[in-house]
């Protein structure tokens, strides 16, 4: 076992991981197995409590499988690889945040996790995230909203989605050199205005044309009226900044309606809300900004191993659950610790080398220090056509188009209004 | 003095009938035999028993003793929900009718449930629905036809119990029990309605019983009348007979022979 | 006593305030045409569309609350399973669309007579508060047994191809699917009225609403018609779900989300008034529908941008209702209102 997966870990490195695992012997931002040595030397393997913090319950429970299979998949490798063993206690963070922050207290108070990861919409990352810095818990989450790396940015909070500016950006450019008449429907509240801010500026930027906008109410499930408004406009693309089953449900009923000549963009597009739809509803996304899809190149067995695991098929929280996972542990064995203060040491400015990079593509990701965003690529894709769509043994619905660096979208360190 | 007639061969007839609330003997061994087309008046003060008589006859509440035969049959055990078909009916001493119903509708809906057309669907045609045409003709015996429309809450007193009498006979009763059909009407209506009441047993061939306190109608109109007192029967007979009764006199009847 | 009645429509006692209100909504709804008349076209066919799906909905909860006094709370999970069913017999089974719609409705149907006779028979009697903890307990089973069937994951089924393209109505295009469920909706409308209003049946069931314990006296059957008109409200709220579901697609929150809304459409039009959910869905739907558009049409005319509040279409079933509430405590065309 530890063969197969020395064998593996060595193929997803590739180039960059060799370089990789030289460093590990020495230098302070490489990563492995050497690093960990004030717990191995003395007592064995070092041990680990993770505590998962997921949906079970609420609008977002058909996510919440996902963060246990990538995280499990993460722990696997990792017991593998390095000389650790990681305990996992996982959490529902029910429908509420305050639900989520009695979950988190209970795991540090009485089961004493020892790092904390999960959560994925940013109301439960803030209240999670902020107890758990106040209490010096290292917490992971993936909320993509930009407070959280901005005045809600916390000490020992760190992000591994892209955020909300940087798919927003990603999208608005595209749109801007797909077609030139855009009406934007955007979810009204907060990270729906923040994203059509974004994008119209994106879009206007790039010399096309924002023609009209209607903020829609969230949850919605008929888009009637503002697809009529969409066809009493110049627009001839609409760009959907609503979550996800939302804009299935759009897409759907534009279909229905008749409107499907319009070139349609999807800001930060999950592709497994688009899953419940048909073919030919689903192929009618023509560009999307995505955080992850599970037709990048260099994803290797990760999505066999995700279709294996899970109930879900491989999709982006698998891969950002792996992300964090990854990420928290070998900085624990690092810093041979898994006090905050060692973490932050060890994360903050540090280049990802690991598996997870070669499933993100293998294009740069590192941990900005002023903010703690993982800064990482951003994908544009398309939609497959209908026939080419494929789904056993799991679902691969949408092309990558284009990688943007995350370097070219996400917001200067002083844009942020972070102060870490 | 007493019914001579034998219960088990008469229209509506008990034998023995008796009712206890608890202690309370509200109905104490009533014999009763009345016969096919006769209108009997059932009399007594206050409390004598005479709602809760009509109550055991009909079954709204299970006597604690005795028997009831209707044309000789024994109903005594036959639920107060099949009674209708039974061709027993009764009107109630206070309005009971379905106030955001129209007149006529309260009428229908007792008339097609009789007939248990209870799932008869008819959408179309003139009479809307089956029996409208004969609960047409009820509210037009008992003088309601212009009200046919009128939710029955906004009808007058007095036509809210002729209202009660048109559902009362909407079952197509042979015998017809009627408690106080003239209470809360001034002279002039009581008489109306008690005319209304012959009227409609010379035409349906109804057996009437009637609860009535006006003595001059009771003596005017029945044939034969009983004297309810504690329960028990205090003496039956026909109106001169009730009138020269000497125990009725004592016990009920009072001065009335003097104002007479 | 009440003089009023359920069937008059109550508008003559509106004042001369009321009448102002009106002119006022007319003149609006003028400048928006004037401004965009293309667009309020649509809106206005988009409106009614929307209205109807929410009569349909709110149909099935305005007989079971109107007749038997019960707030069913399930209503939402039944109308929610009638899509989920859908789910079942067409992508699952691979049966057409036209077989959903006759059995996942009589499968939801008999849920709603399930229901019915093990649990809320028994709760008649009871203060309103016991039905209604009752249907809301069933509610959550439902819709756990739903997440558990067919999981967290918003589905949808295929929109059958006849049904699938838009219809053009030469003044605007409507998605076939919709305008089938407008009919949809308005047969069974139509249907419920003429079995309630026309039948013996529903003259029986109508009486026995009234006063159950002398309609037993009388000899009418109730708890039969109890049981069947439970049957029929629960096979409405299935015949919205599998529209809808066809529609729209069907996850485990539709039932809750859709709850409200249609509880919105009953109070608003009048406990106890069908004729009233049924005039509050178009009203409300027409509203949500035309209120942005009046908003941005008078911000043009006026110049004064703050008026075309953006995201106003959410909220605006809550403003309908918390008017006409303000107006009318009891709703449109109520007996009683939930506020008196
Ligand atoms: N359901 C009941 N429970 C207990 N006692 C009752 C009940 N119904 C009647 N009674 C009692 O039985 C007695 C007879 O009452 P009933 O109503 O039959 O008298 P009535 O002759 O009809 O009087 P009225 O002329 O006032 O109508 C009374 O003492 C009454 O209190
Ligand atoms: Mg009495």
Redesign the pocket.
Known sequence: MPKITRRRALEGLGAAGIAGLAGCSSGPGGEGSGSGGTTTGSTGPMEITLGLFTPNSGAFAPWGPSLETGTRLAIQDLENELDVSVGLEVYDTKTDPSGALDAMKRAVTADGIDFAQGGINSSVCTKIGTWASDNNVSYIGQGASDSLRGEACQPFMYMVYQTNHMMATTIGREMADTTDNWYVLYADYVWGHNAEQVVTSAVEENGATVVGKDATPFPNDDYTQYINNVANSDADGVALLIPGPDASRAVKQMRNQGLTDITIGAQMLEDMVFWGLDHEAAAMVDIASMGWVNTIDGVGDFNDRVAEAGELDPFVRHAKSYTSADQHVRAAVRAGSTRAEDIREELEGHEVQSAAKDIHGGGEMYWRACDHELVSPVFSATAREASAMQDDPYKQWFDVTDTTPGDDVVRSCEETGCTL | MSDDADPRSAALGTEGLS?H??G?V??DEVDLAVESGELRAII????????????VVTHA?APTSGSVYLDGEDVTDVPQERRPHLGLARSF?SNELFAELSVLENVRVIAQTAADGTFSFSLLGDGRAVRADEARDILARVGLSEHAETEAKNLSHGDQRRLGIAMAIATEPSVLLL??PTSGMGPGESRETVELVQSLQDDLGLTVLM?E?DMEIVLSVSDRITV?NR?SVLATGTPDEIQGDDDVQDAYLGGVREEL | MSTSSSRTLGLDRLSAGGAAVWGAIALLLLVALAVEPGLFVDQFVGGLVYGMTLVLIALGLSIILGLLGIVNFAHGALFMLGAYFTYQLMALWGLPFWVALVVAPLLVGLVGVLMERLVLQWLYDEPPLAGLLAAFGIALMIQEATRAIWGDTPLSVATPAVLAQSADLAVTTVARIRLFSVVVAALVVLGVYLLIERTDFGLSVRAGVQDREMAGFLGIDMPRRFVLMFFLGAVIAGIGGVLQGTAVGMSPTMGQQYIIITFVVVVVGGIGSLFGSVVAGLLIGEAVFLTPLVLRSLADVTGVGALAVPGIGGLVPYLVMILVLLVRPRGLYGQEGFME
Do not use: M, R
Request: charged share 15%; proline share 4%; no cysteine.
């Open positions: 009712k609330f608890g309370i509200a109905v007594g003060p206050n409390g004598a028993g005479k709602t809760t008589l009509f109550n509440l001493q408690d106080e609860i306190h309810l329960g």
